[in-house]
C-alpha cells in the first residue's frame, strides 16, 4: 500500500502537471486554434489578465513541487514518515490547488497565506527529516 506521503505527492504531481491546460485552451480561444498551435516562436502569454496569472500560479507550482518531492522521497525512502508529515502532505495539496485558484481569481491576501501553509508543510518535513520533530 501506498503511503499518505507519497499518495498526495503523486496527487499534486498529477495536478501541476495539468495546470497549464486552462491558460493554453483559453490561448486557443483568444488566438484561434490554428495561430496557436502552429506558430512556435510566437508569444503564447495569454491576454486576459487572469490567464497571465494563472500562468505565473502554474509556474509557482512547478517551483514548489521542486521542494515538495523530494522532501516526501526522502522521508520515505528513510522510513520517517509521521502522522504529521502524512497530514501536511494533505494539506500541501490543498493549499497547491487554492493558491492556483486564488492566484488565478486575483485574491491576493489569501493566495499569500496559502502559499505560507504550503511553505509550513514543507519545514514540516525537512524539520522531521533533520531529526527536530518527531
Given at each position: 500500500m501506498?503511503?499518505?506521503e ?8 498529477m ?14 480561444l ?8 502552429m ?5 503564447t ?5 487572469w ?43 490543498f ?25 509550513v ?14
Amino acid at each position: 500500500m501506498l503511503k499518505t506521503e507519497l499518495y498526495w505527492l503523486t496527487m499534486t504531481t498529477m495536478m501541476t502537471g495539468l495546470l497549464w491546460m486552462p491558460y493554453i485552451v483559453n490561448r486557443m480561444l483568444e488566438v484561434g486554434v490554428i495561430k496557436a498551435m502552429m506558430d512556435s516562436n510566437a508569444d503564447t502569454t495569454p491576454i486576459a489578465d487572469w490567464g497571465k496569472r494563472m500562468m505565473k500560479a502554474h509556474s509557482n507550482a512547478v517551483e514548489n513541487l521542486v521542494v515538495f518531492a523530494p522532501l516526501v522521497l526522502v522521508l520515505s525512502i528513510s522510513g520517517l514518515s509521521t502522522a504529521l508529515t502524512a497530514k501536511a502532505a494533505m494539506i500541501y495539496f490543498f493549499a497547491r490547488l487554492t493558491h492556483y485558484l486564488v492566484y488565478t481569481a486575483g485574491v491576493p491576501v489569501i493566495r499569500t497565506i496559502t502559499f505560507i501553509i504550503g511553505v509550513v508543510c514543507q519545514m514540516i518535513m525537512a524539520l522531521t527529516i533533520l531529526g527536530v520533530l518527531k
